[in-house]
């Protein structure tokens, strides 16, 4: 199974959970949910999953945990696949 890992910066606590920009190497991501105990690492993989149209078991936090800068892997999909889906959802 494919396996791609993908460069994010995650802005918690913003209004809604969005993509905010999908171009370049690092994708910015707003995320609705505070940044105490997961809650919004739980809420990016939910949104990555969603988005993607993939279970949210195939997006997994590399590294960044405590980070606003995260490293994810994606299982199942090609880089491009996922770039043109999340550029499709900004």
Known sequence: MEK??????????????EIADAEGNIIRI???????KGK???????????TLGIAPRQVAILSGNTSRDKKIAVQGMKESEIHRKLSQAT
């Open 40 to 50: 919004a690492n739980k809420e990016l993989r939910r949104f990555l999953a969603k």
């Open 4 to 17: 791609c890992v993908l460069e994010f910066k995650v802005v918690p606590r913003a209004s809604c959970t």
């Open 30 to 36: 707003r995320i609705a949910a505070p940044p105490e």
